[in-house]
């Protein structure tokens, strides 16, 4: 292993993958080309709820150029399930999977009706036109809270009154009495808005059919080749070893790109019903509207508080939209939610009951963060309020209930590893010179100015995960693993750490992700865990090759491999001159002369899961000025101190950290998916859904503390998601903070001017 002064991790490597991507090398699903590829246009529903009549696509078939168009009768007719599986396991009802074109009835706007697959995809658009599609509109119902009320709409009749799952988390015992002995009590009603994830490539597949070897290929957007594999084969009724999928470059993911979707699924039908290659790529307004979304929670939740700071009890009910059907991910996977709602501090007792809402709408998914981010918005903005109610600095009321002892266990199931969360807050608060900005008030054009605090915790890591490592005969060497990189660097990381272990320069080491035909087996990328999965699989791997390569070279050397070092890319019998150059190793490794009892080759596969669950940690602060005239909101000031253990490249977190922080700031300040009451999307494209544009940013300034995880060997965290957890809630404590002197209490996130405008009005400001 290379010795600490040399070593590749810890330093900001350039990343590996930019120079294919700044130059337009790169290649993404979309610029795929194969020999009379077909391309695929779906017809989505116009109504978000009715019995669906007939779908008549004789116009369409009639078209030039218009190779088929397919409902569902003629994909039952095929012998297919053609049904996305539903997270039925973990439902307490029994509703049937999402149909890749509607069966009878449309459950949310844009579901997909008809397939058209056509020579070209201009064709293919003006045939979708000529579908005519009946259909016998239902009402509808797009609230979570409002789906549980007598008298709703039915989504599905198995689940009467549109829950899809109740879960409960903590004591709800323990939690009333903390609350019944507490000084005071402090109760918001929150809610989280509704996101579309909008990665700047589009979903897509291009897939081929092989008849002679009955073989499937489809090259697709994915984080999770292999779950995709697994979950196409479910779907089209084919053998896993039938199937193989290929995820080349990903423009973005965000969660929204490992989930299961009828578009991939249809293309991959459509290509061995018509023995052709099949390109379906999404549109902007598809993707807005049967994207799958993320967040949309409903939340009244209260924290008990003694006169002297100390949190007793956190109590919360949240209604969580499922959508149209129950995909998995976040919604029905409460536990990612509740279990982090202890936040950074050490509360006596907590009680989380959610309820997983189907509505008419689309179906929601994990989105960065997945269930964190909700958590941690709904302390932190207690906390705040708690400070507010006690008159005290919403610093010291987190530092004064601060876990400061680990491992800690939570009371709703949660065990943190390691931490030391005074310092990251010590030093976000340094950073700004906070007691200044708390004493501020108004800048110089008549704007209140505010600061905002988020504590975060991010639990990561999870599952397990592939990871070869394989020495070719020249001394070069291939990573394979079982993640996949759409942005997070993957191909510089792995080669740092792989680099270091054997000692060989990175530029030697070349990374494989994406294929399930070249990897073995693989769970993906996502939940900020491919450095703590992947990472330790392929550093387990190196150090398994290593210590083989150091049998080589020892036997080459006529020496005992407890005497042979490596270093500077050869391996050197201790304290003489006597040395083999590593490629040498290499050559032997796959020739003759190898030790008595050794096999040729020099790779070894690791199938690696953590101990247990790693736990990133951090202050963000927010400054904002916002103008009570029009309510309009700038972020003037941004800075993140996070601690994701050791940084394998800081370069690459920080970039994280950046992406992440602008996402968690549209969330807080522009972006909702809003739905009219008959279920319409209303911002079904980018003029109407409202990023965030570089004007509305500002520079985010990184810092870091590190407190490696004891669960792996790496001591790493994951630091993809951490942005999107702490952004949305430091902005809107920061912009009500703002507001203290107009008496505002709450604004509902995005902080829109009218709606930041309203709160003053309402607030009588």
Known sequence: MTDDDDALVGRPVPRREDRALLTGAAAYTDDLRAPGAAHLAFVRSEASHAHLDDVDVGAATAIDGVLGAFTWADVAASGTPGVLPVASARLDCDVPGHPVLARDRVRYQGQPVAAVVAADRYTARDA?????????????VVDPVAATADGAPTVFADAPDNVAVTTELGDREATARAFADADRVVELDLANNRLVPSALEPRAALASWDDADE????????????????KLATTLGLPERRIRVVAPRVGGGFGHKGHHHPGEAMAAWAARQLDRPVKWTA?????????????????????????DGTIRGLRAETHAAVGGYGLGGGPVMPGWYGRLLAGQYDVEAIHCETHSVFTNTAPVHSYRGAGRPEAIYVTERLVDAAARELEVDPAALRRRNQVSEFPHETPVGATYDSGDYGRALDEALGAVDWERLRATGRDDAGRYVGVGLACYVESTGGGHESGVVRVHPDGGVTIYAGTHSHGQGHGTTYAQIVADELGVDDDEISVVEGDTERIPTGTGTFGSRSTIAGGNAVAESARAVGEKAREIAAHRLEADPADVEEAGGSFHVTGTDRSVPFADVAAAAYGRGLPAGLEPGLEATTFYEAEGTAYTFGTHVAVVAVDPDTGAVDVERYVAVDDCGPRVNPAIVEGQVHGGVAQGIGQARSEAALYDDDGTLLTDELLRYALPRAADLPDVETRATETPSPHNDLGVKGIGEAGTIAAPPAVVNAVVDALAPLDVEHVDMPLTAERVWRAIEDAGG
Request: proline share 4%; aromatic share 0%.
């Open 283 to 307: 549109t902007r307004s598809g993707n807005s509207l049967a994207g799958a979304h993320g967040r949309d929670h409903r939340t009244t939740a209260a924290l008990a508080v003694d006169d």
């Open 128 to 140: 979708v036109a000529a579908v005519e599609v009946t259909v016998d509109p239902l009402d509808a």
């Open 215 to 230: 073989q499937l290929t489809v090259r697709m957007t994915s984080q999770s080749p292999h779950g995709h594999r697994r």
